[in-house]
């Protein structure tokens, strides 16, 4: 973390995601989503284990019996309160593209994986978490160039779901779902409102005195540093060892 020695970009982010979980019953994971999913653990530990998390590809911590199918019934039940998209695209009206980018679609000039059940649990799921690390006008885009998930709209479609706001290395905006808009809520340490404005291809609105976002405290990065980076590490081995190194040596 640039200007703060003290923890890094990534441990600033999992404390943000556990803070925002606060108040859920049971939170999911999607696949390589490593920050995520150490942002789950954490505000499960943090809970004394009243939230469930259910991170996917873990052993022991996935408690799904057939995947995708499972999660989308929870979510169709109303059972899942909170989950993470981002998209290799993500415009002002939170829309989110996840099929590719440049030329018309199909022939688009990028591909990426394509948008699974995004659409599906963005309508369902009432915490979503809009989640992209890089924060670059290529990813936050004044439109989108194919809508994989669409942010909320005032059409009368019934949609207990939507987006909470979107999480970048940067910020944190929150989303006005009746005013359809990002709304800038914190400037993460050792960065500022000129670099969010540079970096951002799409209008968002800003408090006249942004806050800067809350570092983690000691006893969050103890916990982060060591019960957090041991289940963390049970399904992302590679992450864990990079960003917990210490841990991970002793485990």
Request: with cysteine.
């Amino acid at each position: 973390m640039a200007n703060d020695p003290d923890f890094s970009r990534q441990e600033l982010l999992i404390a943000v995601i556990a803070r925002l979980l606060q108040g859920c019953r049971l939170v999911a994971t999607g696949a390589s989503s490593p920050i995520p999913g150490a942002g789950a653990l954490l505000a499960r530990a943090q809970s004394g284990g009243r939230l469930r998390v259910n991170v996917l590809g873990s052993v022991r911590n996935d408690f799904l019996c057939d995947g995708g199918v499972e999660l989308f019934d929870l979510a169709g039940q109303g059972r899942l309160d909170a989950f993470f998209l981002g998209g290799g695209q993500i415009d002002g009206e939170a829309n989110i593209n996840l099929v590719g980018a440049g030329g018309e679609y199909p022939r688009t000039n990028v591909r990426w994986p394509g948008s699974f059940g995004s659409a599906y649990l963005y309508s369902l799921v009432p915490r979503v978490i809009l989640f992209r690390e890089e924060h670059s006008r290529r990813v936050m885009v004044p439109k989108v160039d194919f809508i994989s998930a669409a942010g909320p709209k005032s059409d009368g479609t019934y949609r207990p779901g939507g987006p909470i706001g979107l999480l970048t290395n940067l910020c944190w905006f929150t989303f006005d779902r009746q005013r359809r808009r990002f709304v800038l809520a914190s400037v993460h340490p050792g960065h500022s409102l000129e670099e969010v404005r540079d970096n951002t291809g799409f209008d968002f609105d800003c408090p006249a005195a942004g806050p800067q976002t809350e570092a983690p405290d000691a006893a969050t990065l103890a916990l982060m540093r060591s019960r957090i980076a041991r289940e963390i590490g049970e399904t992302y081995p590679r992450f864990a060892a990079q960003i917990f190194p210490q841990a991970m040596a002793s485990a």
